[in-house]
């Protein structure tokens, strides 16, 4: 296995996150299992499509292996987020793990990214009320678009999700930023957004996050929205904060204190890129490494490991082949 023997699988990072600066990730799946198999996902095609919740590894396990990974590798990161392979309210026991950090790591922030498919069960919102952020994604104004950008597992109702977003936010009092991710030709026209800004005028969130496609997704003929796109689709959210994510830039700043040894560096690489496409650009910012370095490592790293490219934005983003079809 990748990363087992130095028993930090749980844990990933730092990476860079547009929205949320660095990011410490926690990813409770051994592979991707997810209530959706989105189309824009980075981490590839759902391989368990399902509602059932899971208990297992228990809290204590994912708390000690955080600490163990923080102790050999002392990374500055500025938020501690529940994201990876799979939708974290999927883990029964999310709740217990929040309290659990932000009682020993009382200074960060603890974030959670969801599809939202589960927060119209009130024991999922009561879950993680105590997350400093939460952030919902909603890709689709509509039932069609919803199983045409989400393929949810049958058993999900986009309304329904919809009154899981608006039951959440009468009861959420931390930081709700909404995540709108747009794809080009697919849910980014007027009648789209202004379907939207009527939907998030319904569920209040703090902040509406407007993102689009920065990485390869599950389907290779996706398309972003560029920079201007996003800025133009702003002025359809007068009511509610609206950001458009930009790159998140902020590199050489020495998060492993000291060089890594090629095997611990590549072993880093291998598990960043088991969970999402990166860039060189991406890689060196996440391990505080050169990016001639990133790059000699990924040129190792293809001799050994089914490592492939693909260019979006003008940008090359690697990724293991069994990651995305
Ligand atoms: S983007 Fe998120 S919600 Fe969609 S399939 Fe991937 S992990 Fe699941």
Redesign the pocket.
């Known amino acids: 296995m990748i990363d087992s023997d130095l028993g930090w699988s749980l844990i990933f990072g730092p990476v860079p996150s547009r929205r949320l600066g660095r990011s410490l990730g926690i990813d409770l799946f051994p592979y991707?299992m997810?209530?959706?198999?989105?189309i824009?996902?980075?981490?590839g095609p759902?391989k368990c499509l399902t509602v059932d919740q899971f208990s297992e590894p228990s809290p204590e396990i994912v708390l000690s292996r955080f600490k163990e990974f923080i102790s050999v590798f002392p990374s500055s990161f500025d938020v501690i987020t529940f994201s990876g392979?799979?939708?974290p309210t999927l883990y029964r026991p999310i709740g217990d793990l929040i309290e659990m950090l932000k009682k020993d790591f009382p200074s960060y922030p603890v974030a959670v990214?969801t599809?939202g498919?589960l927060l119209i069960n009130p024991s999922v919102r009561k879950s993680i009320l105590k997350a400093d952020i939460v952030s919902p994604?909603l890709d689709a104004p509509e039932e069609s678009l919803f199983k045409e950008i989400?393929r949810p597992h049958p058993s999900i109702e986009w309304r329904n999700v919809l009154e899981g977003l608006i039951a959440f936010r009468k009861e959420y009092k931390g930081n709700y930023r909404l995540e709108v991710l747009l794809l080009k030709g697919i849910n980014d026209t007027p009648y789209h957004l202004l379907r939207f800004s009527e939907l998030a005028r319904r569920i209040e969130p703090d902040i509406i996050d407007l993102t689009t496609l920065a990485r390869p997704g599950t389907l290779s003929s996706l398309r972003e929205l560029s920079v201007d796109e996003l800025e133009g689709c702003v002025d359809f959210f007068p009511h509610i904060p609206c950001y458009v994510v930009g790159d998140y830039v902020k590199r050489g700043s020495g998060l492993l204190g000291k060089a890594p040894s090629e095997r611990v560096l590549e072993d880093r690489i291998i598990r960043l890129l088991a969970r999402r496409p990166c860039s060189l650009e991406d890689l060196a910012d996440s391990l505080g490494i050169y990016i001639d370095d990133a790059y000699a490592a990924i040129e190792h790293i293809k001799n050994h490991y089914p490592l492939r490219s693909r260019e979006i934005g003008g940008k090359v983003y690697y990724f293991l082949v069994s990651s995305l079809s």
């Not at 997810?34 to 989105?38: A, E, G, I, L, T």
């Open positions: 991707k997810c209530s959706f198999d989105c824009y996902c980075e981490c759902t392979r799979g939708e990214l599809n498919s994604s989400n």
